[in-house]
């Protein structure tokens, strides 16, 4: 936990930003250009007639970010604006800064949550790192002896241009290999009329969440093909995801591992990270982990007012997912806020103590929040399904992608509320209001009062209560009980130094 709920100027000032991977040091305009896919950008850009342009950088790219906006100035006619800092995470595309100047297209550099962003056209440029091909295959083929094992490849973004390589030089040898491809997004054209037809048909004006329907047909489904977030691998016909082992290339702190091993906790494999160009065995972590989320699984269900943080703007199916979650809360007993509050920090969250406990809407690689330094455990959506859903229970997939739990998402389970009176696994209380309970108790809510002032007719879970019960209450007015005297001058100056202190 934070020792103090403001930040410390100095500590602002001087801090340095933690890099876990860097990019190779870009010494020659070469390498910048097919680093930063510079030319693709500019052909991109006089295609469409592009004016006006956002680049947005992660911090471990923002040392080349002057001369990729100066190579691009240089070729084009448009206008480019550097994104140097985010409203949200990095790897969401930032829509809220990039409209503030109305760009018409977004260029995303570095790790990325390649999703359907809902308004502005964007590239993706993932920063392409070469992969020294021979010491990889040797360390792949060291990992797997038996030439007919099953053996899924995955990597991160960054690496997935040198796949096809690894690929040719595997395929004839190891005839059960899946490597995987990137699917990006299919993207809005400018001026482009929005066909009403490909979006939700809820109940929202002009369709605003624009939430592209994911039902599909049974029928048309290939069960060969494994899709995870945007990446896609072919498989033997007749063989599942978990009979496959797997070869990672990129960090082992990778995002995208950690929602891999989620989602497949009992596959095994190896990890191989070509910046060292060393092969590690993978960790079977993750069911500790685990653990710890089940954990926030059943704070939430001890929980009676749950702050819903916005953590994105530009994924599609955001304002939905606020809007079921809400609705689930609501139909479970709770009270629930919801709070745009932009990168999350410890202080932010700590000016809300009558929260119990947040739930995290975001990104797939960023909907995961580490809690140890904040005041209160952060959930994410599927953990709050698990903990106000009957009919979901954990065990199951665990679910990152927050648009895959809505309504014609292909992990959507009708909700039901629980009805039946639980102990808390936590603090050993029992738990369990039904909604008819609820009700005759909202029916029989009392004017409350704070110092003979009513405030209002309140939740019996809301913050009006948690703040009647306060010992302190903010500064006391004492109305009538001060005597009046004669206007004195005050302090001047500012408040770290006033004039009469110097």
């Not at 947005?56 to 240089?74: G, I, T």
């Not at 994104?83 to 550099?109: C, K, N, P, R, W």
């Not at 082992?252 to 092969?279: D, R, T, W």
């Not at 001890?302 to 199916?317: E, F, P, S, Y």
Request: charged share 25%; proline share 5%.
């Amino acid at each position: 936990m934070s020792s103090a709920f403001s930040s410390n100027d100095v500590e602002v000032l001087s801090r340095k930003i933690n890099i876990e991977e860097t990019l190779p040091k870009t010494d020659s305009l070469a390498l910048l250009h097919e680093t930063y896919e510079i030319p693709r950008c500019i052909q991109h850009i006089k295609e469409n007639n592009y004016t006006k342009v956002a680049l947005q950088f992660p911090d471990y790219m923002l040392a080349d970010a002057a001369e990729v906006a100066y190579q691009l100035q240089h070729s084009t006619s448009a206008d480019f604006y550097v994104l140097a800092d985010t409203s949200y995470g990095s790897f969401d595309v930032d829509e809220v800064a990039a409209q503030h100047i109305q760009t018409d297209l977004i260029i995303h550099y570095g790790k990325a949550s390649v999703v359907a962003n809902t308004k502005t056209p964007t590239i993706y440029v993932f920063g392409a790192m070469k992969i020294n091909i021979d010491p990889a295959v040797n360390h792949f083929m060291q990992c797997f002896p038996e030439r007919t094992e099953r053996v899924l490849v995955l990597s991160s973004a960054c690496y997935i241009s040198s796949l096809d390589m690894m690929k040719d030089q595997l395929q004839h040898e190891y005839p059960n290999l899946s490597v995987v491809t990137l699917k990006l997004p299919d993207q809005p054209k400018p001026d482009a009329p929005v066909d009403n037809d490909d979006f939700c048909t809820n109940s929202c004006p002009d369709c605003s969440c624009r939430i592209k329907s994911t039902k599909t047909n049974p029928e048309t489904v290939d069960p060969s093909v494994f899709e995870f977030q945007s990446f896609v691998a072919k498989l033997q016909e007749t063989t599942d995801i978990d009979d496959y082992s797997l070869f990672f290339i990129g960090n082992e702190k990778s995002e995208m591992l950690q929602n891999f091993q989620l989602q497949h906790p009992n596959c095994k494999g190896f990890i191989y990270n070509p910046a060292v160009e060393k092969c590690t065995e993978l960790c079977c972590t993750i069911n500790k982990f685990l653990m710890k989320r089940y954990f926030i699984t059943e704070k939430v269900k001890d929980a009676k007012t749950v702050g819903i943080l916005v953590g994105t703007m530009g994924m599609a199916g955001f304002r939905e997912i606020i809007r079921h979650l809400k609705d689930i809360l609501k139909q479970s007993g709770k009270k629930s806020y919801t709070f745009v509050v932009g990168k999350l920090n410890p202080q932010k969250l700590a000016n809300f103590p009558e929260i119990d406990i947040f739930v995290m809407v975001a990104c797939p690689e960023e909907t995961i929040v580490d809690g140890s330094d904040f005041y209160k455990p952060i959930a994410t959506p599927y953990e709050v399904e698990v903990a106000c859903n009957a009919n979901r229970q954990w065990g199951e997939n665990y679910v990152t992608n927050f648009t895959e739990l809505l309504p014609d998402g292909k992990h959507f389970v009708e909700f039901s509320p629980h009805k039946e009176v639980t102990v808390s696994l936590v603090s050993g209380n029992l738990r369990g209001v039904s909604l008819q309970e609820q009700d005759s108790q909202e029916e029989n809510n009392q004017l409350d009062t704070i110092r003979e002032k009513a405030l209002s007719v309140f939740h019996p879970y809301s913050s009006a209560q948690f703040y009647a019960g306060r010992t302190w209450q903010g500064l006391e007015q004492k109305l009538g009980e001060t005597p009046v005297g004669d206007a004195k001058e005050g302090r001047s100056g500012l408040p770290m130094t006033y004039t009469h202190e110097m």
